[in-house]
Structures are given as structure tokens and as C-alpha cells.
């Protein structure tokens, strides 16, 4: 996709009602702090226009980004995130797992592993609840320059173990620092929503 315009368009909070768009949408999911907003940023060559931080939590509600009038990429808040309440917690589980139902937009759920560390428990039981729900998520393993080159396919291959994923699925390594993987998950989101 050469991006052309981009507009934050609808943001969601827990007592929102969800948009019901007609462009094809994207989303991107994964434990707080694991990169969903600096990917986003990556994908749409800004540096800033999702709001990042050092500090999980950032991401409070769901982040339409309409692309080119062609399509949205979906920001999620982070699940796993201490400091918030259990009520809290619940909420958003509730909201992520709403939109994720009912949209009848959504092509594609990219599941976001930190490449450095073995996914938790709760990203098994996100990627598993996916699955059960009828998506393929694909998985996209961040912070990548924080590995040394000769760890990827090692590291790659313990998150494909520790989510037991499905035969077949794509992981993709990405860098929000060097953007490297940009291209390839470009390539595949267009094979997913451009006809
Ligand atoms: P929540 O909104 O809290 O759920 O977090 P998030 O998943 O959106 O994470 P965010 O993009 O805000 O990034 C969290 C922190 O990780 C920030 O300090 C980012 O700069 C850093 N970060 C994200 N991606 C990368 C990456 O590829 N490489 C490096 N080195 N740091 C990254
Ligand atoms: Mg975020």
C-alpha cells in the first residue's frame, strides 16, 4: 500500500458503540507494551500519530486509522496490563472481544508477540480464543533489533511452540526501530483487502 491519506477516524472507548464501516479493517492485538501502536506508526510512515509509550497501557480504546479511503488498521489497547483494575481488565476484554465478533469488516487479526520472550499465558489463551472464534491470526513478532541476527529463527520458532500454533501459520518479525518487515506485512495485508 502506498499510503496516500490517513486519518485517525473513530476512537472507541468501553461505552462507545462500535463504527459499522464498509472498508475492509485489519486489527492488531497483543499484550500491553508489545509494539501494536509503534507498528501501526510503521505501517502508516508517521512517527507519532498513534499515541506510543515506554509505559504499557497507553492504548484505551479501539483506534480506527482509515487508509486511503481503502481500508482501516484497527489499534487495540493492550490485555495484561498490572495496573489496572480487575473491573477494568474485564472491560476491556469485553470491548477487544466485542469488536472482534461483531465486526463484519475485519479481514485479519495480527496477534503481536515480543520476539525476546516466550509468549505468557495470556497470549496463549488470546491466540487460542482467535482460533475458537474462527480466525487465522497471524502472528507478528516485534522489537526485533533488540535480538542479535542469529537468534531470529530460534526465537521465532519458540513462539511458534509456546502458542502452538496452527500448520501453516505466518509469522512475520518486525522492527518499529528499523522497520524492517514492513514491506512483507504490507504485501500481505493488500493480499487480504485490496480485490
Ligand atoms: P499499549 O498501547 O499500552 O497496549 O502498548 P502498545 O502495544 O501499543 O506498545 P507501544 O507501541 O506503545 O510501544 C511500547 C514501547 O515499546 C514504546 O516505548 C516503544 O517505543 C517500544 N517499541 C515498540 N516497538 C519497538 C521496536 O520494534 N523496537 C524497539 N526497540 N522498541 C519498540
Ligand atoms: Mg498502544
Known sequence: MVIK??????????TSTLPDNTLPEVAFAGKSNVG???LINGLMNRKSL????????????????NINQAMYLVD??????????????????VMIENYLHTSKQL??????IDIRHDPSANDKTMYDWMVYQGFEPIIIATKLDKIKRSQVQKNIK?????????PGTKIFPFSAET???????????????LE
Open 76 to 93: 487495540l489497547p493492550g490485555y495484561g496490563y498490572a495496573k489496572v483494575s480487575e473491573s477494568e481488565k474485564k472491560k476491556w476484554g
Open 5 to 14: 491519506n490517513i486519518e485517525l477516524e473513530t476512537v472507541c472507548g468501553i
Open 36 to 38: 501494536k501502536s509503534s
Open 158 to 166: 519458540a513462539i511458534r511452540t509456546g502458542l502452538d500454533v496452527r
Open 50 to 65: 498513534a499515541r506510543t509509550s515506554a509505559q504499557p497501557g497507553k492504548t484505551q480504546t479501539i483506534n480506527f486509522y
Open 179 to 193: 522497520k524492517q518487515g514492513r514491506d512483507e506485512i504490507w504485501d500481505y495485508i493488500d493480499s487480504l483487502v
Open 107 to 112: 479481514r485479519a487479526v495480527f496477534l503481536l
